[in-house]
T-cell receptor, first 115, second 114 residues
């Protein structure tokens, strides 16, 4: 089955700097890669996702890049703000044609933005 | 809020007892998932179901059971066989089509063994 590795486990940045979180996946059939943000005591919420037919996607200060050949994808947050402090999870999902595959998550990255 | 509801929010269980966590969604999603969250462990998959009356074990299914009798409901039972059940449990659902795959989470149930 799919295995997702996420690094680093913790990340501290100064306010205004950029933050990068990286994930690798094992199943070459996976074709959907979401990123979730979880604030303390709350449910994870989707912040951005990318499909395997594109290499990069941006939404204001956040962007995700995907390298299918190397089987890794990354989250980039620019101009970080204190409210970006949270735990971020990457995930991978097999294609619909792959049959019965679940959404598999990385172990998470705790991001702290220091004012 | 997101159309997926977990109850209760907090649950206390005595050792040796079974407890059932509720998960209901009104999003008409085919797929539903149960994850367990422990500090530093991320989200670990317990069980998942893609259609009614069918479900598969995830990575940590031992000591848990599920049912999927209705599309809207995917209850999780934590049995006495689960040796360390204290954790935060999250239910999620998704459509799982090529064009629309976002998973939505419930607010979670925090289970404590006393």
């Amino acid at each position: 089955g799919e295995n997702v590795e996420q690094h680093p486990s913790t990340l501290s940045v100064q306010e205004g700097d950029s933050a990068v979180i990286k994930c690798t996946y094992s199943d070459s059939a996976s074709n959907y890669f979401p990123w979730y943000k979880q604030e303390l005591g709350k449910r994870p919420q989707l912040i951005i996702d990318i499909r395997s037919n594109v290499g990069e996607k941006k939404d204001q200060r956040i962007a995700v890049t995907l390298n299918k050949t190397a089987k890794h994808f990354s989250l980039h947050i620019t101009e970080t703000q204190p409210e970006d402090s949270a735990v971020y999870f990457c995930a991978a999902l097999g294609g619909y044609s792959s049959g019965n595959t679940p959404l598999v998550f990385g172990k998470g990255t705790r991001l702290s933005v220091i004012a | 809020d997101g159309g997926i509801t977990q109850s209760p929010k907090y649950l206390f269980r005595k050792e040796g007892q079974n407890v059932t966590l509720s998960c209901e969604q009104n999003l008409n999603h085919d797929a539903m998932y149960w994850y367990r969250q422990d500090p530093g462990q991320g989200l670990r998959l317990i069980y998942y179901s893609q259609i009614v009356n069918d479900f598969q074990k995830g990575d940590i299914a031992e000591g848990y059971s599920v049912s999927r009798e209705k599309k809207e409901s995917f209850p999780l039972t934590v049995t006495s066989a689960q040796k360390n059940p204290t954790a935060f449990y999250l239910c999620a659902s998704s459509i799982h089509r090529e064009s629309d795959t976002e998973a939505f989470f419930g607010q979670g149930t925090r289970l404590t063994v006393v």
